[in-house]
Structures are given as structure tokens and as C-alpha cells.
């Protein structure tokens, strides 16, 4: 093996701390990944980070390069030092971008126009022309785009998917999903960036169902239709708290999939979650439905640990957790990781792609 890939993070958020960066810094300890650099718009997130308990017990000894610095004024804002880290990247490096969904788009623009290999969390932009020209783009410089759709790793997404296809469920029709997240995210950095005229729930978290359904189908979405409540943030600004999308795909097939930012922060499981396809077949239907909330796993501890400081909560090891291995530390193990790992990883042009995470989804972009 060569000297492996360095990889940037641009954004230093909640989806960097709770998958991201633990899949890196593993990555880096098993020598498949080189130096970590971190921007963020200030060093506050970054501090976090840096200091983070969890990260020290599981990565112990491992740290990244902050920018802005750790001892830069925390209320300086620095919105384009992202392009002078890229700046001093050598090319075909592992740029992860982890932005408020509004930012992607220029973010993954001027990473490929250093010629960097990128992995973009979903939505991967909000405007089907902007996928094109980025698609447009990599492909002239041989340059590869993940869109982070972990849900394409769960081992029941790659079986109904099979499944599927061997023609065992019928042809999808009529489909419904759920993605609520928790109330307390509206105290959150959300308050910020997630607001009425950027972006609403459906496009936060009702694409990775969207994809889901192309994913384990084939078919593509071809219309949609989203409404939305409107609601304040603590700080006052207006937010779609709730959504519903409904979403016509090439057959005529339609799902439903409602959203938000509001499942009970009390309630057993970070979030709520999970599909159901009804398929016709050849005089029956056939069904696929898949509870991706409670997976079976149910944990009540004596502390209020749990997501939104509950008690009583249902675990999912499937996406993400951190165990022990043979390693110091811990491991991030689940779909989440692995999706990270192989974009980030075999965005190293010598090594092969799965041919599930090679797929641009142009689909997708064209529902937001
Ligand atoms: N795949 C998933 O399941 C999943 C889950 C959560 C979030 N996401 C996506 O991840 C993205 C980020 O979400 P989050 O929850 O981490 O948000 P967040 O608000 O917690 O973090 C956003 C980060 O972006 C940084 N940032 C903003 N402007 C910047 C700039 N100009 N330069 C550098 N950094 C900048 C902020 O400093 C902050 O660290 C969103 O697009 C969201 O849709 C995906």
C-alpha cells in the first residue's frame, strides 16, 4: 500500500462528531487514511471536538489540525478559510464536506476545482442543474463524488434490494416513511442555518428514503410535491418544523414520507423512523417494511444518558456505536462508518468502488 490519502472535513457539527471524524480517526490508526484537518466557520465546534471525552477514550492520542485555530477569538468568523486549507492540499486528497445543506453545493465546486476527490453528506446539492454541473466536473477530472446515503449500507436495505430485484416482492406501488427527529435539535446550531428560506425537513431527512426506494427499486423519482408547517425557533427565526413530501417515481408509484424536527426528546430511540413499500405482483402483492427505530435492542439505564437525557432508549448498532476491538480505544462500527469508509477510503483512484457507492444520484437532487 502507498503513502494513503490526507483527508479535510469542512464543517466541524453534529454529523462530524457523531460519524464522521470516529470513522476518520479510525481510518487513520489503520493506516488507510493520513492527516485529518478540520475547518468550521469559528473554532468554537472545534474545541468541542478537540476536548470530546468520547473521542479521547475511543482514539486515544489522536487529534486533528483545527482551522481556525484553537486560540483564535471564538466569535471570529472565517466563512472561506476552508478554500486556503484546500489551497495547500495536494491534489486527489479526500475532502469531506459535512456544511448545512445550503453550503454544499460551492463547498464540493471548489474542492473539485482543486482537483480533490470529495464524499458530501445528503443532500448532496438543493438544485438537480448543480448535479449535473458537478457531475459534469468530476467526471472531466476523473475526480470521485460520495453522497453519504448510509442507509444504502444497512444490511436490510442491501437485502430488500436483492430481493427486489430477483423479483420477489412484485413492482413497488404504493409506499410510505417516516424520519422525525428530536424536538432538542431545535436548541441546536440549527437555529442558524435551518431555516424556512434555506432548506425543511424533507430535504434534510426525507431524501435518504427517496434514495432508499430508488435504491432498493430502481426506479426513479420523476415528481414532487412538499408542504410544510412553519414554526419558530427559540431564537425567533421561522423554520418548517414538520413536512410532508409525496413523491411519484417512473412507474407511477408513489411515497409518502413525513419529517420533522420534533419526535419527543422523552421518547425510547434517538429519532423515529422507517418504510414500508406495498408491491403489486402477479395476482397477490408482496411488502417490504422495515422498522429502522426500535431494531430490537433495549437499553434502560440508571442515568439519563440517552439521547435528549432519557432513561429508556432503543439502541441501534446497526447505524453507529463504539465498541471494543482488538485495538487501544474503541471501534465505530455499522452502516454509518462503513459508508464513510468507503467513499473516503476508495476515493483513492487505485482502489476499486462498490458499484452501490459509484452512483451519482442525479435522481435525487432532481425531487429537492
Ligand atoms: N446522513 C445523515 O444522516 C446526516 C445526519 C445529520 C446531518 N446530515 C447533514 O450534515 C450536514 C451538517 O449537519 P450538522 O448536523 O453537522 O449541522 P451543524 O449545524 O451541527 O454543523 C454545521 C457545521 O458547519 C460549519 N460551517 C458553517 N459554515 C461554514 C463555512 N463557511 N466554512 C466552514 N465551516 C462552516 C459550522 O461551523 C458547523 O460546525 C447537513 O447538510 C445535514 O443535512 C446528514
Not at 430490537?296 to 465498541?323: E, H, Q, R, W
Request: proline share 7%; with cysteine.
Amino acid at each position: 500500500m502507498g503513502k494513503p490519502i490526507d483527508a479535510v472535513i469542512i464543517g466541524g457539527g453534529m454529523i462530524t462528531n457523531d460519524l464522521i471524524l470516529p470513522t476518520v480517526y479510525h481510518l487513520q490508526r489503520t493506516g488507510e487514511l493520513g492527516t485529518i484537518d478540520i475547518c468550521a466557520l469559528n473554532n468554537a465546534p472545534l474545541k468541542e471536538l478537540h476536548s470530546s471525552p468520547a473521542l479521547k477514550e475511543a482514539f486515544p492520542g489522536q487529534d486533528f489540525t483545527p482551522h481556525p485555530s484553537l486560540d483564535e477569538p471564538e466569535d471570529k468568523m472565517c466563512p472561506d478559510l476552508f478554500k486556503e486549507v484546500l489551497d495547500s492540499l495536494p491534489p486527489r486528497q479526500a475532502v469531506i464536506v459535512a456544511l448545512p445543506d445550503q453550503l454544499h453545493y460551492g463547498a464540493v465546486k471548489e474542492a473539485l476545482l482543486r482537483d480533490q476527490h470529495v464524499l458530501c453528506v445528503k443532500p448532496l446539492v438543493l438544485k438537480y442543474e448543480q448535479s449535473i454541473e458537478l457531475e459534469k466536473l468530476a467526471y472531466e477530472r476523473g475526480l470521485f463524488i460520495g453522497v453519504e446515503y448510509h442507509k444504502r449500507f444497512d444490511r436490510r436495505s442491501l437485502l430488500a434490494r436483492k430481493d427486489y430485484r430477483n423479483g420477489l416482492f412484485g413492482e413497488f406501488a404504493m409506499g410510505e416513511a417516516r424520519m422525525i427527529e428530536p424536538y432538542y435539535y431545535r436548541f441546536s446550531n440549527f437555529q442558524n442555518w435551518f431555516t424556512a428560506d434555506k432548506t425543511d425537513p424533507f430535504v434534510y431527512v426525507g431524501c435518504p428514503y427517496v434514495d432508499l426506494v430508488y435504491f432498493i427499486s430502481g426506479l426513479k423519482p420523476v415528481s414532487v410535491s412538499v408542504e410544510g408547517v412553519k414554526l419558530p425557533f427559540p431564537n425567533g427565526k421561522e423554520a418548517f418544523m414538520w413536512a410532508v413530501g409525496r413523491v411519484r417515481f417512473e412507474n407511477g408509484a408513489l411515497l409518502n414520507v413525513i419529517d420533522g424536527l420534533g419526535y419527543p426528546d422523552d421518547g425510547g430511540g434517538s429519532n423515529d423512523q422507517g418504510l414500508k413499500m406495498y408491491c403489486e405482483g402477479d395476482g397477490k402483492s408482496g411488502m417490504i417494511e422495515h422498522n429502522d427505530q426500535n431494531r430490537g435492542a433495549v437499553y434502560s439505564y440508571l442515568k439519563d444518558i440517552g439521547p435528549g437525557g432519557t432513561y429508556y432508549n432503543y439502541v441501534n448498532p446497526d447505524f453507529f456505536k463504539m465498541v471494543p476491538w482488538e485495538g487501544d480505544g474503541l471501534k465505530p462500527i455499522g452502516y454509518g462508518p462503513e459508508s464513510v469508509e468507503a467513499s473516503s477510503v476508495l476515493s483513492s483512484v487505485s482502489r476499486k468502488k462498490p458499484p452501490h457507492c459509484q452512483e451519482m444520484n442525479r435522481s435525487i437532487n432532481a425531487v429537492n
